[in-house]
């Protein structure tokens, strides 16, 4: 994910409140119609980039404004330039993990409730766009992360996906063989975060106003976790000669990974020979637990055709139009109601429009991101064994609680 650095981000405050002075704050301002936008992008895979022009020439050809697209390959710096200079792109991507950040740094002109039936976006999402109790951007599509499986391997040994925690240490440990644990997920918390999630544990409360690692259910879900890389039946990337779980499944190193629903246009163009399924992830302790991640179509609070780029996201986020985009490559669409007929072509993919349902978000406040740091370095020592469930449960409360304080 494309992230912009917090700390020069901070020292971008000023910056933007200077740009956005004069304007009344109701998104209004700026030409209805007749403008020329420029939008800022970057690039997740060909098929994305084909599909976002497409729908950027669809909306020229109406003929209210004029957008420019810029895929960039630097986007964070690109970005970063252009809001320091105060002329940024009317409409850009941002990410769910950077939201905190700008809608702190006042960055962005809340428009999530100004689109077209903003009700009908799944509630997470909103939440993950939404900060100090404000809405700034419509989800664009997400992914939520589950088991993703090799479907020889399980009718070779027998296997149907696991349901349970004890069902999926029984599967990995019977699928391990030399050099290939069962089980490959990457050591960091935007992987070992589901096991939280279904111990009924999270780093902090709903409301990000306190740390909550110090809990039982925490340490149950990193012990878990932890226990079965040292068993040998879970392992990491690194440790297969793989640089992320999907590269895994598909090179044979394991037979299991835990993933997002990009990994479908991997499979396709670096594995094309290997058969694969989805499933839920297992329930734990306390149910059913995934995370989501998705990116929003902000507009900047500096644009000077605030109207003309909202009426631009309402194009894209327009049913019609989400589903034309997401249709075309593996992202699922962020209205509820699309779910049945985007699964339509892609029934095996259901798994993870199901999470969708009960994702937990994986966005917190400005300047958190040095304790999912702190989180994930306790992570790694786990999955190699020289730390304990305490020393990290203990590291990464104290290095919450001063960020909160």
Known sequence: MPRISSVLALLLIGTFATAACGDDGSGTQGEASGAKLTMFAFSSSPAEDSVLRKAVDDYNQQGRNTVELKVLPEYDTALTTALAGGQPPDVFYVNDNKLPDLGKNGALEPIGDKVDNPGDFYDTLKQSFTYQGTYYCAPKDFSTLQLVYNTADFTAAGLQPPTTWDALTAAAKQLTKPGHPGLVLNPEFYRWGVF???????????????????????????????????????????????????????????????????????????????????????????????????????????????????????????????????????????????????????????????GGDYAKKSVFVPGFSTVVDTLTDGIQGLAKGNKQVDEVVTGTQQAGESVLR
């Open 196 to 354: 939280m999630a279904q111990a009924g544990a999270w780093p902090t409360d709903d409301a990000v106003t306190k740390m909550t690692m110090d809990t039982p259910q925490m340490r149950t879900a990193l012990q878990y976790v932890a226990d079965n890389h040292k068993a040998g039946w879970f392992g990491t990337p690194a440790a297969v000669g793989a640089g992320w779980g999907g590269e895994a499944l598909g090179k044979g190193l394991t037979s299991m990974t835990i993933e997002g629903n990009w990994i479908v246009g991997a499979m396709k163009n670096d594995f094309p020979g290997v058969k694969y399924a989805v499933a839920e992830l297992p329930a734990g302790p306390a149910g059913k637990g995934t995370m989501s991640f998705s990116v929003c179509y902000g507009v900047a609070k500096a644009s000077q055709h605030k109207a003309a780029a909202l009426d631009f996201v309402k194009f894209l986020t327009s049913p019609d139009e989400q589903f034309a985009v997401t249709k075309e490559f593996p992202v699922m669409p962020s209205r509820k109601s699309l779910a049945d007929k985007w699964l339509a072509g892609k029934p095996e993919l259901k798994a993870f429009v199901s």
